[in-house]
Protein backbone atom coordinates (compact mmCIF):
# COMPACT_ATOMS: atom_id res chain seq x y z
CA UNK A 1 0.00 0.00 0.00
CA UNK A 2 1.37 3.21 -1.04
CA UNK A 3 1.38 6.13 1.77
CA UNK A 4 -1.47 7.88 -0.06
CA UNK A 5 -3.64 5.10 0.73
CA UNK A 6 -2.27 4.39 4.05
CA UNK A 7 -2.80 8.24 5.12
CA UNK A 8 -6.32 7.56 3.85
CA UNK A 9 -7.48 4.38 4.99
CA UNK A 10 -6.52 5.58 8.56
CA UNK A 11 -8.20 8.44 7.82
CA UNK A 12 -11.51 7.44 6.66
CA UNK A 13 -12.18 5.79 9.77
CA UNK A 14 -12.51 9.63 10.73
CA UNK A 15 -15.79 10.06 8.81
CA UNK A 16 -17.13 7.15 11.49
CA UNK A 17 -16.95 9.96 14.29
CA UNK A 18 -19.37 13.10 14.31
CA UNK A 19 -17.88 16.34 14.00
CA UNK A 20 -20.31 17.97 16.51
CA UNK A 21 -19.03 15.78 19.05
CA UNK A 22 -16.38 17.73 19.98
CA UNK A 23 -16.35 21.20 21.78
CA UNK A 24 -15.78 24.11 20.28
CA UNK A 25 -13.36 25.94 21.76
CA UNK A 26 -14.07 28.41 24.41
CA UNK A 27 -14.69 32.13 22.65
CA UNK A 28 -14.25 35.11 23.86
CA UNK A 29 -16.98 37.07 24.12
CA UNK A 30 -16.19 39.98 21.68
CA UNK A 31 -14.17 37.52 19.51
CA UNK A 32 -14.79 37.52 15.85
CA UNK A 33 -14.08 33.43 15.62
CA UNK A 34 -11.67 31.27 17.32
CA UNK A 35 -9.03 28.74 15.42
CA UNK A 36 -6.96 25.99 16.82
CA UNK A 37 -2.76 25.89 15.10
CA UNK A 38 -0.77 23.11 15.29
CA UNK A 39 2.96 23.60 14.90
CA UNK A 40 6.14 22.34 16.58
CA UNK A 41 7.69 25.66 17.01
CA UNK A 42 8.58 25.82 20.60
CA UNK A 43 12.07 26.39 20.85
CA UNK A 44 12.89 29.87 22.48
CA UNK A 45 13.85 31.05 18.84
CA UNK A 46 10.62 29.75 17.27
CA UNK A 47 8.11 30.92 19.81
CA UNK A 48 9.53 34.36 19.52
CA UNK A 49 8.49 33.83 15.68
CA UNK A 50 5.44 32.39 16.00
CA UNK A 51 4.32 34.48 18.60
CA UNK A 52 4.38 36.98 15.77
CA UNK A 53 1.84 35.51 14.65
CA UNK A 54 -0.38 34.76 17.22
CA UNK A 55 -0.55 38.46 18.59
CA UNK A 56 -1.62 39.87 14.87
CA UNK A 57 -4.18 37.22 14.99
CA UNK A 58 -5.32 38.45 17.89
CA UNK A 59 -5.38 42.09 17.23
CA UNK A 60 -7.40 41.28 14.34
CA UNK A 61 -10.46 40.24 17.03
CA UNK A 62 -9.74 36.37 16.47
CA UNK A 63 -8.82 33.90 19.66
CA UNK A 64 -5.72 31.92 19.24
CA UNK A 65 -5.61 28.34 20.77
CA UNK A 66 -1.72 27.40 20.47
CA UNK A 67 -1.69 23.81 19.89
CA UNK A 68 2.46 23.49 20.13
CA UNK A 69 3.51 20.19 20.11
CA UNK A 70 7.33 20.29 21.00
CA UNK A 71 9.63 18.02 19.04
CA UNK A 72 11.96 19.68 16.74
CA UNK A 73 11.38 18.68 12.54
CA UNK A 74 7.71 17.76 13.76
CA UNK A 75 7.38 14.50 13.83
CA UNK A 76 5.74 14.32 17.31
CA UNK A 77 3.21 16.87 15.42
CA UNK A 78 2.71 14.45 12.76
CA UNK A 79 1.70 11.73 14.85
CA UNK A 80 -0.61 13.94 16.96
CA UNK A 81 -1.81 15.73 13.89
CA UNK A 82 -3.13 12.14 12.53
CA UNK A 83 -4.59 11.04 15.75
CA UNK A 84 -6.67 13.91 15.81
CA UNK A 85 -7.64 13.62 12.38
CA UNK A 86 -8.95 10.03 13.45
CA UNK A 87 -10.74 11.12 16.18
CA UNK A 88 -12.95 14.11 14.11
CA UNK A 89 -11.20 16.66 15.16
CA UNK A 90 -8.50 17.87 13.46
CA UNK A 91 -7.40 21.50 13.96
CA UNK A 92 -8.45 24.51 11.61
CA UNK A 93 -4.53 24.73 10.83
CA UNK A 94 -1.80 22.74 10.91
CA UNK A 95 2.04 23.08 10.33
CA UNK A 96 2.30 20.48 7.57
CA UNK A 97 4.95 20.53 4.52
CA UNK A 98 6.09 19.01 0.83
CA UNK A 99 4.66 16.02 -0.25
CA UNK A 100 2.40 15.57 3.06
CA UNK A 101 0.00 18.47 1.90
CA UNK A 102 -1.23 16.54 -1.00
CA UNK A 103 -1.71 13.54 0.97
CA UNK A 104 -3.55 15.03 3.86
CA UNK A 105 -5.57 17.10 0.62
CA UNK A 106 -5.83 13.35 -1.16
CA UNK A 107 -8.18 12.36 2.37
CA UNK A 108 -10.64 15.04 1.79
CA UNK A 109 -10.05 17.16 4.94
CA UNK A 110 -8.05 20.01 3.81
CA UNK A 111 -10.43 23.10 2.98
CA UNK A 112 -10.08 23.84 -1.19
CA UNK A 113 -12.56 26.91 -0.91
CA UNK A 114 -11.50 28.90 1.93
CA UNK A 115 -7.94 30.55 0.32
CA UNK A 116 -9.56 31.31 -2.65
CA UNK A 117 -10.83 34.85 -2.25
CA UNK A 118 -7.37 35.73 -0.07
CA UNK A 119 -5.34 33.94 -2.91
CA UNK A 120 -7.17 36.08 -5.92
CA UNK A 121 -7.17 39.33 -4.12
CA UNK A 122 -3.70 39.34 -2.53
CA UNK A 123 -2.09 37.18 -6.30
CA UNK A 124 -0.54 34.88 -4.62
CA UNK A 125 0.64 32.93 -8.11
CA UNK A 126 2.66 36.07 -8.97
CA UNK A 127 3.72 36.29 -5.23
CA UNK A 128 5.57 32.77 -5.22
CA UNK A 129 7.73 30.60 -7.32
CA UNK A 130 6.02 28.24 -8.89
CA UNK A 131 7.97 25.47 -7.13
CA UNK A 132 6.68 27.13 -3.60
CA UNK A 133 2.87 27.05 -5.01
CA UNK A 134 2.84 23.84 -6.41
CA UNK A 135 3.66 22.34 -2.93
CA UNK A 136 0.34 24.59 -1.22
CA UNK A 137 -1.89 23.66 -4.01
CA UNK A 138 -3.97 20.69 -4.40
CA UNK A 139 -5.49 20.33 -7.76
CA UNK A 140 -5.12 24.23 -8.60
CA UNK A 141 -6.30 26.01 -5.40
CA UNK A 142 -4.58 26.75 -2.54
CA UNK A 143 -4.91 24.28 1.02
CA UNK A 144 -2.03 25.68 2.41
CA UNK A 145 0.11 29.39 2.74
CA UNK A 146 3.51 29.25 2.41
CA UNK A 147 4.98 30.81 5.76
CA UNK A 148 8.49 30.86 4.87
CA UNK A 149 12.10 29.21 3.40
CA UNK A 150 14.67 27.93 5.42
CA UNK A 151 17.68 26.13 3.82
CA UNK A 152 18.89 23.08 5.50
CA UNK A 153 22.52 23.03 4.23
CA UNK A 154 24.29 25.48 6.74
CA UNK A 155 27.24 24.59 9.04
CA UNK A 156 26.88 26.99 11.83
CA UNK A 157 30.28 28.16 13.64
CA UNK A 158 31.43 30.05 16.72
CA UNK A 159 34.27 32.05 15.42
CA UNK A 160 36.01 32.77 18.78
CA UNK A 161 35.84 29.08 19.63
CA UNK A 162 37.82 28.48 16.41
CA UNK A 163 40.14 31.05 17.16
CA UNK A 164 41.29 29.39 20.79
CA UNK A 165 41.59 25.88 18.62
CA UNK A 166 44.01 27.42 16.31
CA UNK A 167 41.36 27.09 12.89
CA UNK A 168 42.05 30.24 10.71
CA UNK A 169 38.85 29.67 8.73
CA UNK A 170 35.50 28.18 7.97
CA UNK A 171 36.40 24.27 6.49
CA UNK A 172 34.90 24.24 2.42
CA UNK A 173 35.65 20.81 1.97
CA UNK A 174 35.55 17.50 4.22
CA UNK A 175 39.57 17.26 4.85
CA UNK A 176 39.39 21.03 6.34
CA UNK A 177 35.95 20.15 8.66
CA UNK A 178 37.57 17.13 9.68
CA UNK A 179 41.17 18.92 10.89
CA UNK A 180 38.83 21.50 12.02
CA UNK A 181 36.80 19.04 13.74
CA UNK A 182 40.50 17.69 15.11
CA UNK A 183 41.78 20.54 16.30
CA UNK A 184 38.43 21.80 18.63
CA UNK A 185 38.34 18.26 19.89
CA UNK A 186 42.30 18.87 20.43
CA UNK A 187 41.56 22.15 22.50
CA UNK A 188 39.15 20.34 24.81
CA UNK A 189 36.04 21.92 23.18
CA UNK A 190 33.26 19.20 21.38
CA UNK A 191 33.88 19.74 17.41
CA UNK A 192 30.04 18.98 16.52
CA UNK A 193 26.98 19.83 18.53
CA UNK A 194 24.83 17.39 17.59
CA UNK A 195 21.59 15.72 18.80
CA UNK A 196 21.22 12.39 18.39
CA UNK A 197 17.72 12.29 17.27
CA UNK A 198 16.51 10.40 14.04
CA UNK A 199 15.72 13.92 12.37
CA UNK A 200 18.80 15.10 13.23
CA UNK A 201 20.74 12.27 12.25
CA UNK A 202 19.67 12.46 8.28
CA UNK A 203 20.14 16.63 8.28
CA UNK A 204 23.48 15.81 8.18
CA UNK A 205 23.13 12.56 6.20
CA UNK A 206 21.86 14.45 3.46
CA UNK A 207 24.39 17.66 3.91
CA UNK A 208 26.97 14.62 3.24
CA UNK A 209 25.47 12.93 0.56
CA UNK A 210 25.01 16.62 -1.17
CA UNK A 211 28.72 16.83 -0.84
CA UNK A 212 29.69 13.72 -1.75
CA UNK A 213 27.46 13.19 -4.53
CA UNK A 214 26.71 16.35 -6.26
CA UNK A 215 23.13 18.52 -6.98
CA UNK A 216 22.85 15.19 -9.48
CA UNK A 217 23.17 12.44 -7.24
CA UNK A 218 21.09 13.56 -4.21
CA UNK A 219 18.42 14.45 -6.85
CA UNK A 220 18.80 11.21 -8.27
CA UNK A 221 19.23 9.38 -4.65
CA UNK A 222 17.18 11.59 -2.43
CA UNK A 223 14.33 13.03 -4.83
CA UNK A 224 14.21 10.47 -7.23
CA UNK A 225 14.46 7.78 -5.39
CA UNK A 226 16.57 5.65 -7.82
CA UNK A 227 17.76 2.39 -6.37
CA UNK A 228 20.87 3.04 -8.02
CA UNK A 229 21.91 5.70 -6.63
CA UNK A 230 20.75 4.72 -3.37
CA UNK A 231 22.66 1.69 -3.13
CA UNK A 232 25.90 2.48 -5.89
CA UNK A 233 29.53 3.23 -5.04
CA UNK A 234 29.00 7.20 -4.62
CA UNK A 235 26.17 6.27 -1.79
CA UNK A 236 28.66 4.02 -0.34
CA UNK A 237 31.07 6.86 -0.16
CA UNK A 238 28.77 9.01 1.20
CA UNK A 239 28.11 6.70 3.90
CA UNK A 240 31.88 6.22 4.55
CA UNK A 241 32.56 9.98 4.90
CA UNK A 242 29.38 10.38 7.27
CA UNK A 243 30.35 7.48 9.55
CA UNK A 244 33.79 9.99 9.60
CA UNK A 245 32.16 13.15 10.57
CA UNK A 246 30.11 11.30 13.34
CA UNK A 247 33.20 10.94 15.20
CA UNK A 248 33.47 14.80 15.88
CA UNK A 249 29.88 14.57 16.85
CA UNK A 250 28.89 15.56 20.72
CA UNK A 251 29.20 12.46 22.64
CA UNK A 252 26.39 13.77 24.95
CA UNK A 253 24.08 14.44 21.85
CA UNK A 254 22.24 11.10 22.16
CA UNK A 255 18.46 11.92 22.49
CA UNK A 256 19.05 15.71 22.70
CA UNK A 257 17.05 18.56 20.82
CA UNK A 258 18.46 20.34 18.98
CA UNK A 259 18.41 24.15 20.12
CA UNK A 260 19.97 22.34 23.52
CA UNK A 261 22.85 21.44 21.18
CA UNK A 262 22.81 24.81 19.47
CA UNK A 263 23.58 26.68 22.98
CA UNK A 264 26.75 24.52 23.21
CA UNK A 265 27.65 26.48 20.46
CA UNK A 266 26.59 29.94 21.02
CA UNK A 267 27.89 29.43 25.08
CA UNK A 268 31.37 28.48 23.76
CA UNK A 269 31.43 24.73 24.69
CA UNK A 270 31.58 23.06 20.75
CA UNK A 271 32.82 24.96 18.02
CA UNK A 272 30.17 23.82 15.02
CA UNK A 273 26.39 22.45 14.31
CA UNK A 274 25.09 21.17 11.17
CA UNK A 275 21.64 22.45 11.27
CA UNK A 276 19.03 24.28 8.99
CA UNK A 277 18.70 28.25 9.59
CA UNK A 278 16.14 27.79 12.13
CA UNK A 279 18.97 27.56 14.17
CA UNK A 280 19.63 31.20 13.75
CA UNK A 281 16.94 31.62 16.11
CA UNK A 282 18.32 30.43 18.86
CA UNK A 283 21.36 32.74 18.13
CA UNK A 284 18.75 35.97 17.33
CA UNK A 285 17.33 35.48 20.52
CA UNK A 286 20.76 35.28 22.28
CA UNK A 287 21.39 38.41 20.78
CA UNK A 288 23.96 37.33 18.62
CA UNK A 289 24.81 39.00 15.77
CA UNK A 290 25.68 37.12 12.37
CA UNK A 291 28.96 37.63 10.65
CA UNK A 292 30.64 38.80 14.08
CA UNK A 293 29.36 36.28 16.56
CA UNK A 294 28.96 33.94 14.40
CA UNK A 295 29.36 32.23 11.27
CA UNK A 296 27.20 30.38 8.86
CA UNK A 297 28.61 29.10 6.21
CA UNK A 298 27.23 26.27 3.72
CA UNK A 299 27.97 22.69 4.89
CA UNK A 300 31.71 22.03 3.02
CA UNK A 301 31.20 21.47 -0.64
CA UNK A 302 27.76 22.29 -0.82
CA UNK A 303 28.10 26.35 -1.85
CA UNK A 304 26.85 25.36 -4.98
CA UNK A 305 23.15 24.14 -3.44
CA UNK A 306 20.76 25.10 -1.34
CA UNK A 307 18.18 22.08 0.26
CA UNK A 308 14.84 23.92 0.98
CA UNK A 309 12.52 23.06 3.65
CA UNK A 310 9.11 25.55 3.53
CA UNK A 311 7.16 25.72 6.58
CA UNK A 312 3.22 25.83 5.41
CA UNK A 313 0.46 26.16 7.40
CA UNK A 314 -2.66 23.76 6.12
CA UNK A 315 -5.85 24.68 6.54
CA UNK A 316 -8.75 22.12 7.92
CA UNK A 317 -12.35 21.68 6.75
CA UNK A 318 -14.38 22.89 9.96
CA UNK A 319 -18.18 23.94 10.17
CA UNK A 320 -17.75 27.14 12.36
CA UNK A 321 -17.92 30.63 10.12
CA UNK A 322 -15.92 32.02 12.72
CA UNK A 323 -12.85 29.21 12.40
CA UNK A 324 -13.10 29.88 8.62
CA UNK A 325 -12.96 33.71 8.87
CA UNK A 326 -9.59 33.21 10.97
CA UNK A 327 -8.26 30.57 8.79
CA UNK A 328 -8.70 33.97 5.99
CA UNK A 329 -7.08 36.28 8.21
CA UNK A 330 -3.59 34.25 8.86
CA UNK A 331 -3.31 33.36 5.21
CA UNK A 332 -3.46 37.23 4.49
CA UNK A 333 -1.27 38.17 7.22
CA UNK A 334 1.18 35.72 6.65
CA UNK A 335 1.69 36.77 3.01
CA UNK A 336 2.15 40.50 3.98
CA UNK A 337 5.65 42.34 3.56
CA UNK A 338 5.71 43.29 6.98
CA UNK A 339 4.79 39.83 8.70
CA UNK A 340 7.52 38.08 6.30
CA UNK A 341 10.15 40.42 7.17
CA UNK A 342 9.66 40.52 11.06
CA UNK A 343 8.70 36.42 11.87
CA UNK A 344 11.77 35.48 9.01
CA UNK A 345 14.04 37.86 10.92
CA UNK A 346 13.38 35.85 14.34
CA UNK A 347 12.74 32.49 12.79
CA UNK A 348 16.15 32.59 10.90
CA UNK A 349 14.29 31.88 7.52
CA UNK A 350 13.93 33.84 4.12
CA UNK A 351 10.53 35.15 2.90
CA UNK A 352 8.94 33.12 0.52
CA UNK A 353 7.90 36.27 -1.61
CA UNK A 354 10.12 36.83 -4.62
CA UNK A 355 9.78 40.33 -4.93
CA UNK A 356 11.30 40.70 -1.50
CA UNK A 357 13.81 37.89 -2.37
CA UNK A 358 15.57 40.07 -4.04
CA UNK A 359 15.87 43.24 -2.20
CA UNK A 360 16.61 41.87 0.98
CA UNK A 361 18.94 44.31 2.53
CA UNK A 362 15.89 46.93 2.41
CA UNK A 363 14.33 44.50 4.58
CA UNK A 364 17.09 44.77 7.60
CA UNK A 365 17.93 41.27 6.81
CA UNK A 366 21.45 39.71 8.50
CA UNK A 367 24.47 38.52 6.36
CA UNK A 368 23.26 35.25 6.59
CA UNK A 369 19.56 35.58 5.38
CA UNK A 370 21.36 37.80 2.20
CA UNK A 371 23.22 35.15 1.31
CA UNK A 372 20.58 32.27 1.62
CA UNK A 373 18.49 35.00 -0.65
CA UNK A 374 20.95 34.93 -3.30
CA UNK A 375 21.52 31.38 -3.23
CA UNK A 376 18.02 30.76 -3.67
CA UNK A 377 17.97 32.77 -6.43
CA UNK A 378 20.32 31.45 -7.89
CA UNK A 379 20.78 27.77 -7.34
CA UNK A 380 16.77 27.97 -8.56
CA UNK A 381 18.18 28.78 -12.02
CA UNK A 382 21.13 26.09 -11.87
CA UNK A 383 18.95 23.55 -10.88
CA UNK A 384 21.16 23.37 -7.26
CA UNK A 385 17.89 24.13 -5.24
CA UNK A 386 17.12 20.93 -4.04
CA UNK A 387 13.84 19.74 -1.58
CA UNK A 388 15.58 18.63 1.49
CA UNK A 389 14.53 14.80 2.63
CA UNK A 390 15.37 15.17 6.30
CA UNK A 391 12.97 17.79 6.62
CA UNK A 392 9.83 16.47 4.40
CA UNK A 393 9.84 18.36 1.18
CA UNK A 394 11.61 15.61 -1.24
CA UNK A 395 9.29 12.15 0.11
CA UNK A 396 6.12 11.39 1.87
CA UNK A 397 6.84 10.65 5.90
CA UNK A 398 6.76 7.23 4.79
CA UNK A 399 9.73 7.00 2.86
CA UNK A 400 11.30 9.29 4.56
CA UNK A 401 10.53 7.43 8.05
CA UNK A 402 12.77 4.47 5.64
CA UNK A 403 15.37 6.80 5.68
CA UNK A 404 15.82 7.53 9.28
CA UNK A 405 16.01 4.23 10.30
CA UNK A 406 18.85 3.21 8.20
CA UNK A 407 21.05 6.75 8.73
CA UNK A 408 20.23 6.22 12.38
CA UNK A 409 21.56 2.39 12.85
CA UNK A 410 24.51 3.16 10.69
CA UNK A 411 25.52 5.98 12.50
CA UNK A 412 24.81 4.91 16.26
CA UNK A 413 26.45 0.40 15.37
CA UNK A 414 29.98 0.55 15.75
CA UNK A 415 30.65 -2.13 13.18
CA UNK A 416 28.32 -0.85 10.81
CA UNK A 417 29.06 -1.50 6.86
CA UNK A 418 28.99 1.00 4.42
CA UNK A 419 28.28 -1.22 1.32
CA UNK A 420 25.35 -2.83 3.68
CA UNK A 421 23.74 -0.11 4.89
CA UNK A 422 23.52 1.58 1.24
CA UNK A 423 21.95 -1.78 0.43
CA UNK A 424 19.79 -1.77 3.11
CA UNK A 425 18.45 1.72 2.18
CA UNK A 426 17.55 0.55 -1.20
CA UNK A 427 15.52 -2.25 -0.07
CA UNK A 428 13.83 0.13 2.64
CA UNK A 429 12.61 3.02 0.91
CA UNK A 430 11.80 0.20 -2.04
CA UNK A 431 9.15 -1.15 0.77
CA UNK A 432 7.79 2.27 2.00
CA UNK A 433 7.24 3.80 -1.71
C1 LIG B 1 10.91 23.14 10.43
C2 LIG B 1 11.36 24.39 11.12
C3 LIG B 1 11.67 24.08 12.56
C4 LIG B 1 12.68 22.93 12.65
C5 LIG B 1 13.05 22.53 14.06
C6 LIG B 1 11.93 22.04 10.63
O1 LIG B 1 11.47 20.85 10.03
O2 LIG B 1 10.75 23.38 9.06
O3 LIG B 1 10.38 25.37 11.04
O4 LIG B 1 12.19 25.23 13.17
O5 LIG B 1 12.12 21.80 12.00
O6 LIG B 1 11.95 22.12 14.76
Known amino acids: MNAISRLATVISLASLLPLSAFPLSTLAADSKGSVEVVHWWTSGGEKAAVDVLKAQVEKDGFTWKDGAVAGGGGATAMTVLKSRAVAGNPPGVAQIKGPDIQEWASTGLLDTDVLKDAAKTEKWDSLLDKKVSDTVKYEGDYVAVPVNIHRVNWLWINPEVFKKAGIEKAPTTLQEFYA ?155 LGENFQKVFSINKGSIPVRIDMLSDMGKYGFDSCAQTAAKDFLADAKSGGLQPSMAHNMATTLAVQGAFFDVVTNFINDPKADPAIAAKQLGTAVKAAK
Do not use: R
Not at 207 to 235: F, H, I, W
Open 180 to 334: AGDKLKAAGFIALAHGGQPWQDSTVFEAVVLSVMGVDGYKKALVDLDNGALTGPEMVKALTELKKVATYMDADGKGQDWNLEAAKVINGKAGMQIMGDWAKSEWTAAKKVAGKDYECVAFPGTDKAFTYNIDSLAVFKQKDKGTAAAQQDIAKIV
